[in-house]
């Protein structure tokens, strides 16, 4: 939900938008008399608030422009893993394009009474496939859902990495790298914390305990060797991993409002069959 929030703040408080999402304030609708997007727009000129909103767009932004290079060279199937409040299946131009959002069975149940208050119609091109990664297997869940296992499938995989066990990430990440040739994923995930400066460790650690307080907390980090290795591992031939300074480049250039990434452990990152 505080993702979800944080986009919906980006559509009411910043621009140029990074993110063009108005379905995120409207899948919120029915949260707003009971909790903050009003609280988000407030503070959202502080610096913590910024620097929190500018990743979770620019992270969202960034899979969909990977996904657009995807379907530009023929994938037709869109995987969001741990998709939460994601809304690209509502917005999505994408002709042909089928999209499967892999969630909690919970969450999911969650996702579509939200809709259904808002009033939004879940589209004929989203199927809702309901897996838990450390119990259950993607393979099973996307087969039920309609997923086509020998076709190319794009993948994203954003604010879930770091909640997994080491075996609940590699049977996921090893299910994408078996898929057809031309398939992709793209994901973040977070740097261990002997690789963070001092003011970057403070301020993972702050993040990592309100995660806790909300149920769910850090618990899998990687070195971009460490992550480079598990994409090798599972088939992968290239990827590439973007820092705060790469990304800022990319979609947060020539701003008067000061919005960008800042602190240096997450990393957004691509690997291609
Ligand atoms: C921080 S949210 C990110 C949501 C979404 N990707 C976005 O960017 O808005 C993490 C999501 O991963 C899901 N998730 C976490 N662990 C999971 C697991 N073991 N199995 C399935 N989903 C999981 C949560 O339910 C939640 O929707």
Request: charged residues 25%.
């Amino acid at each position: 939900m505080r993702v979800a929030m944080r986009r919906a703040a980006h559509q009411l408080v910043d621009g140029p938008l990074v993110l063009n999402d108005p379905w995120a304030v409207k899948i919120l609708e029915p949260l707003l008399a009971v909790d903050g997007l009003n609280y988000e727009q407030k503070r959202a000129r502080h610096a913590v608030s910024k620097a929190f909103r500018s990743y979770m767009v620019g992270r969202s932004r960034y899979a969909e422009d990977e996904l657009k290079l995807a379907y530009e060279n023929g994938v037709r199937q869109y995987v969001v893993l741990g998709a939460g409040l994601d809304t690209f299946a509502l917005r999505c131009g994408l002709d042909g394009l089928r999209i499967f959002e892999v969630d909690f069975p919970a969450t999911q149940e969650w996702k579509r009474e939200l809709m259904e208050e808002a009033g939004v119609a879940v589209p004929e091109r989203l199927k809702f496939a309901a897996v838990d990664f450390e119990h259950q297997t993607l393979a099973d869940g996307l087969e039920r859902a309609g997923f086509d296992a020998e076709e190319p499938a794009f993948f994203s995989w954003l604010g879930v990495t770091m909640y997994l066990t080491v075996e609940g990430f590699r049977a996921t990440l090893g299910f994408i790298g078996g898929r057809a040739k031309g398939s992709a994923v793209s994901l973040d995930f977070t740097l261990p914390k002997n690789l963070l400066g001092l003011v970057e460790r403070v301020a993972l650690d702050r993040l990592a305990k309100r995660v806790e307080q909300a149920g769910e907390p850090f618990t899998l980090f990687f070195s971009e060797a460490e992550m480079a290795e598990e994409f090798a591992r599972v088939g992968f031939t290239r990827w590439e991993m973007l820092g705060a300074e790469a990304v800022n480049g990319r979609y947060f250039q020539n701003r008067t409002d000061g919005l960008k990434l800042v602190g240096g452990a997450a990393r957004l990152a691509t690997a291609w069959r």
